[in-house]
């Protein structure tokens, strides 16, 4: 059964910790995602990439980086988490024809920074 | 540009119900589209697509219409279950606008007592 795996399904840190988000697809796919998740916003998207060791900001991609150092996997990174960064964060991939195919979700991390 | 809008939420029902969740798109190109769902604590799975006009995509007794001439891809179901009571994202992919992301509308909490 074809996943993507995100590492924690919950955290708890504290403000200025620095906080690495992991996820794993086995899916050999090409692009990977990042979004978060708030109630009455919908999903915004942090990060995307398209192929390993390249990235592109999406719609909210302050206070975050991401690393793609292989193709399996996408990292999220808070620099320096603050409280406004409690969410659900979603990781996901697609093969490059996301039109035919959509894309394939992990179960999320829902953070929390007190 | 690229986007979906769904209807309001929440939605209640009574088990058995019919179920209509609207979605209307905009789209530079021709896009395919998803209907999406999030159970309680999970991440988004996917529930349906059409890849062009007039296809009809159908899952578990749900189903959606692609209808170019209304840009819009209702989701329908004839009798809901308790167990379908969950978030439901409807999606548009545009390949042909040269962007390779899904666009999400803000989804739609339905609950379906019994």
């Known amino acids: 059964d074809v996943k993507v795996t995100q590492s924690s399904r919950y955290l708890v840190k504290r403000t200025g910790e620095k906080v690495f988000l992991e996820c794993v697809q086995d899916?050999?796919?090409?692009?990977m995602f990042w979004y978060r998740q708030d109630p009455g916003l919908g999903l915004r998207l942090i990060y995307f990439s398209y192929d390993v060791k390249m990235k592109e900001k999406g719609d909210i991609p302050e206070g975050y980086s991401v690393s793609r150092e292989k193709k399996e996997r996408f990292s999220l990174i808070l620099e320096s988490a603050s409280t406004n960064q409690t969410s659900m964060y979603l990781c996901?991939?697609?093969?490059?024809?996301?039109?035919?195919?959509?894309?394939?979700f992990g179960s999320g991390t829902r953070l929390t920074v007190v | 540009g690229n986007s979906v809008t769904q209807m309001e939420g929440p939605v209640t029902l009574s088990e058995e119900a019919f179920l209509t969740i609207n979605c209307t798109y905009t789209?530079?190109?021709?896009?395919?589209l998803f209907w999406y769902v999030q159970y309680p604590g999970e991440g988004l799975q996917l529930l349906l697509k059409a890849t062009k006009a007039d296809d009809k995509g159908s899952n578990k007794g749900f189903e959606a219409t692609y209808r170019k001439e209304t840009t819009s891809f209702h989701l329908e179901k004839g009798s809901v279950q308790v167990s379908d009571s969950a978030v439901y994202f409807c999606?548009?992919?545009?390949?042909?606008?040269?962007?390779?992301?899904?666009?999400f509308g803000t989804g739609t909490r339905l609950t379906v007592i019994p």
């Open positions: 996901a991939s697609s093969s490059v024809e996301p039109a035919n195919y959509g894309y394939t």
């Open positions: 899916m050999d796919h090409e692009n």
């Open positions: 999606a548009l992919s545009d390949k042909s606008a040269g962007a390779n992301n899904l666009f």
């Open positions: 789209a530079t190109g021709y896009p395919s």
